[in-house]
Every structure is written in structure tokens, then in C-alpha cells.
């Protein structure tokens, strides 16, 4: 059984899933929390992934106590009646963190995908970094996907047995959608705004995450704003916001106004790929970006002050930047203004694999 509840967790098991399918060695279930309702459902459309159970739990802004509350009471009763011999859960959410508990209750074996990833400090990011540590002491198997989450591990007491290293589901996903077409809505905004004729120079953000709530999402909007501004005819932002009303808010307030900054709502899988794939730059506090802007070769600045994903920073795409508006506003500039800085980055190397994570996984579980 694969229990998922968000967008990224969606993308990254779609491969497994659809090898699992595929393997007559495997009776795969498919249940969602559907923590992230629309997000959500766009990626199984995308994977052609029909669930057998969907929890459908999503409630507006809710915190998270009432939705750990809702998985534990939700999912137990499937458990019980579908007795799975394995749970596979990817990453970091509250799902994850809620099903391998209830797992380990039901005493089901549980397989963690991208296991090992680690800032070192609880609040960062929160509540991933502790979700992350739960799975980790209730998994019976550990899919880590570099080196670096091995040792990790490894630094845990966690016995190298139970430990596999299979690169990044990402890169499977990515492999896949890279080969579509693009969208003809983004084939047109990139027309639109000068970017196919090479007239300006795109600039993705995306920025959404719990602990930049408040004070730190002013200071990317401002930074935003100023970088916009002295850069009026050279770069066009596009925002895909975030559906939470703590970042909708404040970032219509800030940067609606500003005409080189065009705010989209949430993309579908496809359509955001393949803007990312025809920026210049990147500015996220996303960790499923940080290894799609790696996967890609796109020079990336990470709005955070830590990272669980420090490869893609050993391997030069990625810079951390945190949340000071100076800070984001003078790496920014950098990019922009230093070509031997952006060649750097844009010719990085990618720790994550190259797209057969997934059989790895499945030729482990056999």
C-alpha cells in the first residue's frame, strides 16, 4: 500500500506506483489523504493514477493537530480491513509522519522513500524535519536517495542492512514529463511576455512554506518588487501562488500591481515543469524544487536559512539566500549581472541520479 496526501509526495511515487502496476509479484493499493485536495488530483490525472481509497480530508487553513487527528482516524480502519504487508510513504508531510505511525500500531512493515534528509534543527522546516525523524524510527527499510542521507542514517544507528541508496524518484517523474509537450497556456505566456524571443529573462518563484509565514513573505514580495523594478525590461517574474490564504494574501497585496510580475494561480504538473525548464533563474523555499531545479540545470536561490537537500548546494545549482530582502535582492543581481557566476551554476552537476530510482525500489521490495 502507498499512502500519499500532497502534490510532491504524488509525483515522487507515481513511478513506483506505476511499476508496481505493472509486476505481477505485487497487489499495489493506492490510498490518499488528500491532505492537498486540488494540487493533488491534477498529479493523478497526470500519472493516470486511480486511488482505491481517497480519505478526502482537506479542510480549509486547517492546523495541524486536527489533521494528524483526522489521518490517524481515517486510515486505521482501512488498514485494518486491507492488511498490507508493506506501507510505502515518500518524504516528509503529516501524512507521512501519521501513516507510519498507525502502521507501526498495526504492526505493518514500513518502506520510507527519500529517507534521510536532515537540516539538524526541529524548526527547520517545520513540521518536515520531525516528520522526516518519526518515519525514520518506525521504518523497517530506508530508500535514501544520495550518499549523504545514507550517512545520515548511518549517524542515527540505523543498520546499513535496512539502507538502500537509489537516487531520487524526482528524476524518474521529471524523465517522464520533460518529454510532453508543453501546455499551450505556457507556450503562450512565454510567448506573451518575451521569453521564447529571448527579449527577457524568466525568473520562477515559488514560496510557500509554514515558517516563512508572516514577516518573511513581506521580505520576498519586497525583494521581488525592487528586483522588478531595476530590472523592468530585462526579466519577467511569474508567481504560480500558493492556495494558502497566509501567502495568497500578503503576495496579491504586495505584487499584483507590478507589470513585469505576472502572479498565476497553482500550475498542474506538467505546465510547471516546463516553465521551469525555460527560466533563467529560480527563487523557492520549496524543497520538491530545489531538486527539480538541480534535475534541470537551472541556477536556483533557496529563500530558507537551512536545507535538507545540501547535494544540490555541493553541487553549485543551488544557493541558500534565506529571507532578508537585502540578501535575496543582491544574489539575485548577481545572477543577473555576473555570466561567469551563472555559468557556474547552470553547468552543475546532478547528485540525484538519473531516472531508475524507482526500479531500484521495486527490485528491493521483491
Known sequence: MTVFGTRPEAIKLAPIIQLLQK??????L??????????????LDLFSIKPHRDLDLMKENQDLASLTASIFTHLDPVLKEMQPDWLLVQGDTTTVMAATLNAYYRKIKIGHVEAGLRTGNKWQPFPEEINRRIASVT???????????????????????????TGNT??????????MPMPTQIEKLLAQKGILSKQ?????????RRENFGQPIKNICTALKKLAKKYHNEIEIVYPVHLNPNIQKPVHASLADTDNITLLPPLEYVSLVHLLKHAYMILTDSGGIQEEATGLGVPCLVMRSVTERPEGIEAGVLKLVGTDTASILAESETLLNS???????????NPYGIGHAAEKIITFLA
Open 23 to 28: 509486476d505481477n509479484r505485487f497487489e499495489p
Open 30 to 43: 493506492v490510498v490518499v489523504t488528500a491532505q492537498h485536495r486540488e494540487m493533488l488530483d491534477q498529479v
Open 139 to 165: 521504518a523497517d527499510m530506508h530508500f535514501a536517495p544520495t550518499e549523504w542521507a545514507r550517512e545520515n542514517l548511518l549517524r542515527e544507528g540505523i543498520p546499513d542492512e535496512l539502507i538502500k541508496v
Open 170 to 179: 524526482i528524476i524518474d517523474a521529471l524523465t517522464q514529463i520533460t518529454k
Open 200 to 208: 527577457k529573462k524568466l525568473i520562477v518563484v515559488t514560496a510557500h
Open 339 to 349: 555570466r561567469d557566476t551563472y555559468q557556474r551554476m547552470a553547468q552543475a552537476s
